[in-house]
């Protein structure tokens, strides 16, 4: 885990695009506009020097956790896992196969994963619970939660905003990916829940809004987050477009229920900013 | 024998627990907004490792659910109908099926078991926990008779590591074991009487329906066994076959929901399993909810399922 040069931290982000779109061409069910969204953050999260990881002991004590609550849409970690050596990249090979751990909804039996996913608005709770466990412990491990913008219409998130603030949390930082969509809809269409900065603040939360896909921001926004201990919760609320490098999937409405095509995606492959 | 203090199973079972934060730094105790006059020491004592979540059910089972991967040994506590089904979804995730994986000690106290928040009503009345918890995979279903039961279900709680629910009467009741006993073992039943051809096979508080329905049979000169059943899953399913075959009839009771998965489905799928002869009769609660006050006892007489009702089958079996 090493601190990155911004252009060392773009070519991990489009190769991670790149394996996301490989993944996606051998397991079609998997979610492959979520997942495209959320890159900037993962790489930020693991090549940008802000998590602490121990592949060899993915359960190392010292470690930060890190909760994937929008698991469906993260399968575009499965690359920066394989490629920390998490696990073996040949495993990536096998996804969604009889027998592979790597199915389109990622659990605890992939090492790296720290909670059951599948089900939305789960992980922020038990990462409210894990900050208190920390602090009580006095470990220095600090709590990193990812959700959708969509996944905070589930009521039990607001439940842990407002316990998070209560509690001081102030080693839990929140990341929004926010893409804008739904599974059926744009959140503006479905039920409006803009501005989220407004939101988080009123509950007592330091917010920072980012432009999820320059990965300097992103990168900067959780350094500096890290750091600050003010008796907050923090959240980044990144601005992010759904199924971005995903060609036509990019800011359609029902992107996070379609798949793209073998030829879609060798397209894609060859001649969009996620070739090498 | 039977002692005669009035103590409810939570007092006994917080004070129990009290004494233990003492002395181990890993338990750590949320509250739903739920109290206890137990419940103050506790957040007085060890402000530290207390929380009251508020009333939020769905928040409290994650939280659980991160100190407890942080390796605490965590207690939930609510009423039993809101602790199991406003957040049984998160019961599911992150206990059932993470406990599945990772070694989590999370205990959910449901106080309020039956109809023992008689005159709340039906929101209040826990009639589907029993069979609702024993579907979910990984999670231990505990169901005291008495105080003293509740006391001695402690230490197991403490040092077995997996998601428990513990369901609590809310009123204050005699004991019906030794207060001084502890009677609570793996085996997961106890047999209070022996004896007879028919056996009352019973948790919770229709352990003391039917020892009280077996003190009037042997007044009447006949004998009628009854077995406590306080492990609702992963009990000695050989021993109980064992005892059980003994018997003609087997009557179960329990203040639940019956023909839904409660007790009587587990007596019928032992009885199905060990192919065992004896006869099952089921003693619960019919298929709908009730509006109009009354005792306890009323209560479970309009559903047939109250002392009178019990002798009336037992008359009818000897």
Redesign the interface.
Same mark, same amino acid.
């Given at each position: 885990m090493t601190f990155q040069t911004e252009q060392q931290l773009k070519d991990k982000v489009r190769h991670v695009r790149r394996e996301t779109l490989l993944l996606h061409r051998r397991a079609p069910e998997t979610r492959v506009a979520s997942s495209l969204s959320c890159v900037e953050i993962l790489v930020a999260l693991y090549y940008g020097g802000i998590l602490k990881f121990n592949p060899e002991w993915p359960q190392w004590e010292g470690r930060d956790r890190f909760v994937v609550s929008k698991g469906h849409g993260s399968i575009s970690l499965y690359p920066i896992l394989a490629d920390l050596n998490f696990f073996p990249a040949s495993e990536l090979e096998k996804i969604g196969q009889s027998g592979s751990f790597l199915g389109s909804i990622p659990?605890?039996?992939i090492p790296g994963y +720290?909670?059951?996913n599948?089900?939305l608005? *789960?992980g922020?709770?038990?990462?409210?619970?894990?900050?208190?466990?920390?602090k009580?412990?006095k470990s220095s491990s600090q709590v990193f939660v990812l959700v959708g913008d969509g996944e905070l219409y589930e009521?039990?998130n607001w +439940?842990?905003i407002?316990?998070a603030a209560h *509690?001081r949390l102030d080693n839990l930082t929140l990341i929004v990916d926010h893409n804008k969509i739904s599974m059926l809809d744009f959140c503006a269409e479905i039920m409006d829940h803009s501005p989220l900065d407004e939101k988080f603040k009123s509950f007592g939360w330091v917010t920072e809004d980012v432009d999820g896909h320059d990965i300097k921001q992103v990168n900067a926004a959780l350094s500096e987050f890290k750091d600050i201990h003010n008796g907050q919760p923090k959240v980044i609320i990144a601005h992010t477009i759904k199924g971005k490098g995903g060609g036509a999937l990019e800011n359609d409405k029902l992107s996070h229920i379609k798949s793209l095509t073998h030829a879609q995606i060798d397209i894609l492959l060859e001649v969009n900013d996620v070739s090498n | 024998m039977s002692a005669t203090k009035n103590k409810t199973m939570r007092d006994v079972f917080l004070s129990a627990l009290l004494a233990r934060m003492g002395q181990d730094s890993s338990i750590f105790f949320l509250t739903a907004d739920f109290g206890s006059p137990v419940l103050d020491q506790i957040r007085n004592d060890f402000p530290e490792r207390f929380i009251n979540v508020g009333i939020a059910e769905q928040n409290l089972i994650n939280v659980a659910t991160g100190l407890a991967l942080e390796g605490y040994r965590v207690y939930t506590y609510a009423i039993a109908p809101f602790i199991t089904m406003r957040c049984y979804e998160q019961i599911k995730v992150n206990l059932s099926l993470m406990s599945q994986l990772r070694k989590m000690n999370v205990n959910l106290i449901g106080v309020g078991a039956g109809f023992s928040y008689v005159v709340s009503g039906p929101t209040h009345h826990s009639l589907e926990d029993l069979s609702i918890m024993r579907t979910l995979p990984n999670i231990e279903v505990l169901s005291p008779a008495d105080w003293v039961m509740a006391e001695s279900i402690l230490d197991f709680s403490l040092d077995s590591h997996q998601p428990k629910y513990l369901r609590f009467d809310s009123q204050p009741a005699p004991a019906i074991y030794a207060e001084d006993s502890k009677p609570f073992n793996k085996r997961g039943f106890n047999v209070l009487n022996a004896g007879g051809t028919i056996c009352l096979a019973a948790t919770g508080y229709m352990t003391t329906q039917a020892i009280n329905a077996r003190n009037i049979m042997a007044e009447e000169g006949v004998e009628v066994a009854v077995i406590d059943i306080f492990r609702l899953k992963n009990f000695d399913a050989v021993m109980l076959a064992k005892t059980l075959s003994c018997y003609s009839n087997v009557i179960s009771m329990e203040e639940g929901f019956i023909g839904k998965g409660g007790l009587d489905s587990l007596l019928l799928n032992l009885k199905n399993d060990y192919e065992l002869a004896f006869g099952l009769k089921s003693v619960g609660i019919g298929d709908n909810y009730h509006f109009e006050l009354g005792f306890r006892d009323e209560l479970l007489e309009g559903y047939h399922a109250g002392i009178k009702s019990t002798l009336e089958i037992v008359r009818e079996l000897i």
């Open positions: 659990d605890p039996v +720290e909670t059951i599948g089900s608005g *789960h922020l709770g038990v990462g409210c619970g894990m900050a208190v466990g920390l009580r412990k009521g039990s +439940e842990a407002m316990f *509690h | -």
